[in-house]
């Protein structure tokens, strides 16, 4: 079956550091991917996409490229602000269904 | 604006209790999804309506069942409740089965 693996959490950062949170994916075919961010008490909001392999999606200064080669969509900011303190979800859906399948979700805290 | 949006936010209730969580969404979408969030924010569909008709039912208790009315609208009803089902619920929808999912901003349901 599919399934989504992130780098474990928490990870605690100071305002203006580079951030990387790892993204692995195991699925057929060729999915779909996406990075989800949830701001504390609130819901699920759309960061960014990809659709196909070498695709970058990008978004509020947050990249990610779509790996076939690693299997991988990890996600990048090149200088992290206290606002972007939040829950990390990545997730897949197969070309063929409308089945999201998420990963574990990675807290980032970020420090003024 | 708002694209998805649940009822009620907060549900505090008794084991044993039925409740109902309500979603609207004015997207135009046809389809429509039921996700739960655990407490360790681990996110899993429950239910994916497109067109009104049921897609995607997983292995959820009997006790949950989804109404869709008409396409705007997919409400979850939960009979006899449980301490388990302490949980946020998040309503989401999409273009079609193929599209991107646009989440609402979640059910906070706390059974005593």
């Known amino acids: 079956g599919n399934s989504v693996t992130q780098m474990e959490g928490p990870v605690t950062l100071s305002e203006e550091a580079f951030l990387t949170i790892n993204c692995t994916y195991t699925?057929?075919?060729?999915?779909?991917l996406f990075w989800y961010v949830q701001y504390p008490g609130e819901g699920l909001q759309l960061l960014l996409k990809?659709?196909?392999?070498?695709d970058k999606g990008s978004n509020k200064g947050f990249e990610a490229t779509y790996r076939k080669e690693t299997t991988s969509f990890h996600l990048e900011k090149g200088s992290v602000q206290v606002s972007d303190s939040a829950v990390y979800f990545c997730?897949?859906?197969?070309?063929?269904?409308?089945?999201?399948?998420f990963g574990e979700g990675t807290q980032l805290t970020v420090n003024p | 604006d708002t694209a998805v949006s649940q009822t009620p936010k907060y549900l505090v209730t008794q084991m044993g209790n039925d409740k109902s969580i309500k979603c609207e969404q004015n997207?135009?979408?046809?389809?429509m999804y039921w996700y739960k969030q655990d407490s360790k924010k681990f996110l899993k569909i429950m239910f994916s309506?497109?067109?009104?008709?049921?897609?995607i039912n997983e292995t959820v208790p009997n006790r949950f069942s989804p109404k869709s009315p008409d396409k705007a609208h997919l409400n979850l009803h939960i009979n006899s409740l449980e301490l388990g089902d302490s949980a946020v619920y998040f309503c989401?929808?999409?273009?079609?089965?193929?599209?991107?999912?646009?989440f609402g901003p979640g059910t906070r349901l706390l059974v005593l």
């Open positions: 309506y497109n067109n009104k008709e049921l897609i």
């Open positions: 997730a897949l859906k197969e070309t063929s269904g409308s089945r999201l399948t």
């Open positions: 699925a057929t075919g060729y999915p779909s």
């Open positions: 989401a929808s999409s273009q079609d089965i193929f599209g991107t999912q646009y």
């Open positions: 997207l135009g979408h046809d389809t």
């Open positions: 990809a659709t196909k392999a070498d």
